[in-house]
């Protein structure tokens, strides 16, 4: 019993690798325990290793272990998985066991990006009423609100996603208070979320600059491109570090998120500029016109994935078109690369510029492009903020920053092709019409170019 509770006091601290050495000694000793089993399940479910997860909390439902959470968890590793159909009977089952507004907050993900944001949102309503405080509840109506373009709400209820994702906890800085707005006062402004996310909130810095002193902690990565880009400002490129040092010595009197930023500078479609805020110095290029492009994205969680990525060798009709092609692909690709190269196509490697650990050397090489086409992915944001012109193929219901209608208000140089369909057959369509305008871009048939 001692080793259960550690393991699970492990767990609940997010030490998820001490935790699954006990767990895992444990269900050697028990393998056909089924709350070992879900509780293991729902650990890979939080850690991204997927297949795991629907493995245990399977046999753990098959073992009779049919509690509301267990099956709620099991729907929601197969949301991850891209399973809708599987996924929706396992919530709709656990709604009925015990509709806590946990089990509804996990449900009302569910339609998080999949183009039923009012059914969202009742749901996640319903699970407020039951649980006032819950924060994934919170957080799952904020972004619909914000996918609709519902901003002043929206902004309202983001904040409770920082405690929703465990991101608030980690980033104490010293202890300082939150901002509440005033002017004239100095903040340390901290990056959250993924590196694309912080470059697209880097957007509202100017913003606060105008009234206020920053000091701003940013992911290591991108701690070049901001110090160039915003000279003003210390940076620290210390968001993974759990308690920096420097934050104790720092004389800023409050703290903020960065994307917090946006219930102050962001409550309208007219408060986004639009323009580019980043700066790179270009790599040299030849005559020909640079394209750069990108085909994969999502990140660890497999339904994601499949909803932004277009096979490269689906590209036909655009890599056949008289331009330099530069890949910006971050992932390992080198077989998808060598197979279009033996039809024919051309695309050039610069991986110490894409897989840099430097941001800045990513942006030298985007900023030497005259357009990127890309699926859903950092580089998106990268080219937005340097005003790049930039061509996006997204899913037909894309996450909140791209917006379920209209264009991406964040950056003037990007341009969405919005795919038809809800699954993989719409992309044909949308690579013949950015196939067609490409064309009729590198033929001098338009002047405009995003």
């Given at each position: 019993m001692e080793q259960w509770d550690k393991a699970c006091a492990l767990h609940l601290a997010r030490d998820f690798t001490e935790a699954e050495k006990l767990y895992d000694e444990l269900l050697t000793q028990n393998p056909n325990n089924p709350g070992l089993l879900a509780t293991l399940g729902t650990m890979y479910c939080q850690t991204g290793k997927v297949g795991l997860a629907i493995c245990l909390l399977e046999y753990a439902v098959r073992l009779g272990f049919k509690q509301s959470d267990v099956l709620s968890n099991l729907g929601l590793a197969y949301k991850f998985a891209g399973l809708r159909e599987k996924s929706l009977k396992y919530f709709e089952e656990s709604i009925k066991n015990d509709p806590s507004g946990s089990v509804l907050a996990n449900y009302s993900g569910l339609f998080v990006e999949a183009g039923e944001d009012e059914k969202c949102r009742s749901i996640c309503k319903r699970a407020i009423d039951l649980e006032p405080d819950h924060p994934l509840a919170h957080?799952?109506?904020?972004?619909?609100?914000?996918?609709?373009?519902?901003?002043?709400?929206?902004?309202?209820?983001?904040?409770?996603?920082?405690?929703?994702?465990?991101?608030?906890?980690?980033?104490?800085?010293?202890?300082?208070?939150?901002?509440?707005?005033?002017h004239g006062k100095k903040i340390i402004v901290y990056g959250e979320q993924g590196i694309g996310d912080e470059i697209m909130f880097a957007s509202m810095l100017p913003d606060l600059l105008k009234?206020?002193?920053?000091?701003?902690?940013?992911?290591?990565?991108?701690?070049?491109?901001?110090?160039?880009?915003?000279?003003?400002?210390?940076?620290?490129?210390?968001?993974?570090?759990?308690?920096?040092?420097?934050?104790?010595?720092?004389?800023?009197?409050?703290?903020?998120s960065i994307g917090s930023l946006g219930k102050y500078y962001r409550r309208s479609r007219e408060s986004f500029p639009g323009t580019s805020f980043l700066k790179a110095e270009p790599l040299p290029k030849g005559k020909k016109f640079r394209i750069g492009i990108s085909w994969t994205g999502?990140?660890?969680?497999?339904?994601?994935?499949?909803?932004?990525?277009?096979?490269?060798?689906?590209?036909?009709?655009?890599?056949?078109?008289?331009?330099?092609?530069?890949?910006?692909?971050?992932?390992?690709?080198?077989?998808?690369?060598?197979?279009?190269?033996?039809?024919?196509?051309?695309?050039?490697?610069?991986?110490?510029y894409v897989k840099?650990?430097?941001?800045?050397?990513t942006a030298k090489l985007v900023a030497s492009c005259d357009l990127v086409i890309t699926i859903c992915t950092s580089v998106v944001h990268l080219a937005g903020a340097l005003g790049v012109p930039c061509w996006v193929m997204t899913p037909k219901f894309p996450a909140w920053r791209y917006q379920n209608t209209g264009g991406m208000p964040w950056y003037r140089s990007v341009r969405l092709y919005r795919s038809p369909e809800i699954d993989q057959t719409g992309w044909p369509t949308v690579i013949e019409r950015v196939a067609l305008d490409l064309d009729e871009l590198l033929n001098g048939k338009v002047q405009k170019i995003a």
């Open positions: 957080w799952n109506l904020s972004l619909s609100l914000l996918a609709d373009g519902k901003w002043e709400k929206g902004w309202d209820e983001y904040e409770w996603g920082l405690k929703a994702m465990g991101l608030r906890a980690d980033r104490a800085l010293g202890g300082k208070p939150e901002w509440d707005g005033t009234t206020n002193t920053i000091t701003l902690e940013c992911h290591k990565r991108l701690k070049t491109l901001f110090e160039k880009s915003f000279p003003g400002i210390v940076c620290h490129g210390t968001r993974e570090d759990l308690d920096p040092k420097w934050a104790y010595e720092d004389d800023s009197e409050y703290r903020m999502g990140g660890q969680k497999v339904g994601r994935v499949m909803k932004r990525s277009v096979p490269l060798t689906w590209w036909k009709s655009i890599l056949k078109m008289d331009a330099e092609f530069v890949s910006l692909q971050y992932t390992d690709c080198e077989e998808e690369l060598k197979l279009v190269g033996a039809l024919g196509y051309d695309i050039k490697r610069m991986d110490e840099a650990e430097d941001y800045y050397e």
